[in-house]
């Protein structure tokens, strides 16, 4: 296939079936692997330094999360698992980013990854005097009020002068928690909107309410969505569908389809879980707030000690004692099938991607923002499941029961991900493909026996099935066991 055949390579997977979604090719072949990168697919040069056998074997791009919160060397090591290669911080984000990503190269990491630029932490810092302090500080700081109020011209000016320099220093456009801050003006929304369209990038937002859910919401959250990408031209991202729509599933996804039918940009993720996962502290959990969504206490589990929430009293307690604490909110339940018919079909829109939201990992001796560098992670540590499982789950719900072929399925993994930043970030276009020149982020595993493995409980179980899994051309997992000293991720970066 290639002009210029290399004579060797570093590494050649044989045999396997080589599926790449955007060329088409789903063949049983090789991929020759060399500095980093795929050199062949089908030619493979004979002479490798190392040969994986990949018989039985899908071989395809790893897949790209564009949102994971578990950005610590085993919450990078649980996604492997899952056959993820490339998890970045969307969603909530980080400020300063610099020292994001400086902290995080110092530390090295198993996958690739990468931030965009945090409104709420920058937020919290103008607007309460809460200083950013990573993705802890801004999970501590979701339930202040003095940062969910509408903000003053001059704490605009200054936002917006924090959020340009943290989009200059390479940040992937701009996180917004608007879910969690619901007073602020939809004006300011706009404005953070055109900014992150003036410097070229998207926005990831976590929606306000739908009106169904609070009638007096200052703007629909899915309808801001899709009209700030009309009046700005911005990319707007859709967060994580599911868990801020539930019923109201096919009304957003409607809106979502006419919005990119008359040319807005409008993407959109979903992770295929019926609970979701949060601060205690978030507004939308306080005793007064919680049955605008049909929850009740009872609807609330602890991660960590598995407490369910018995009372009002006991949630109050709880906010106040550690506001930054995770619980599981039970949106949907995954055991009733109407409620699974909505994440399948959130799932399987067109254009949806797969995006894990995946959580910090809680454990008995927890210091704020570190979990252990053992592996297996011991006992006692835990997080939402879809930490480990979105990908595999994901895939077992669209190949087995909405019937997806494997090249469709993975196209939401991987490819439709990288399309999703390219604008951004014109390296991702070596990302998310197996063919000559791309980044040699590869997933090979055994379709039969592919599964997630995590539960509400015990959320850090690996998924099974993966067999090698490749980040810039290293192998972090060979024969299904994992290399505990690979760190070959490297950032993704914006400008
Ligand atoms: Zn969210």
Redesign the pocket.
Known sequence: MTEHLPTSADLIIRGGRVIDPESGLDEVTDVAVAGGRVVAVGDAPTEAAAVIDAAGCIVTAGFIDL?SHAQTVPGHRLQAFDGVTTTLEL??GESPIASAYARVAAEGRPLNYGFSASWAAIRMEVLAGHPRNGLHGTFAGLGLPAWQRSASAAERVRLRALLEEDLAAGGLGVGI?M?YAQETDPEEYTEVARLAATAGRPTWT?ARDLVEVRPDVLRDGAEEIVRTAAETGAHMHY??VT??STHHVDRVLGLIADATAEGGTVTVEAYPYGA?S?AINARFLAPDQLGLRGLRPQSLVMVGSGERIDSVERLVELRAADPGAAVLVEFLDDGNDAHRAILRRALSFPGTVVAS?AMPLVGPDEVAGHAPEEWPIPPGWTTHPRTAGTFTRSLRLLVDEVRESWADALARCSLLPARTLESAVPAMADKGRVRPGADADIVVFDPTALRDRATYLDGTRPSEGVRHLLVNGRAVIRDGVLDLDARPGRPVRAG
């Open positions: 949102h969603e909530s928690l879910g976590h967060c994580h868990s801020t979701g949060t939201d």
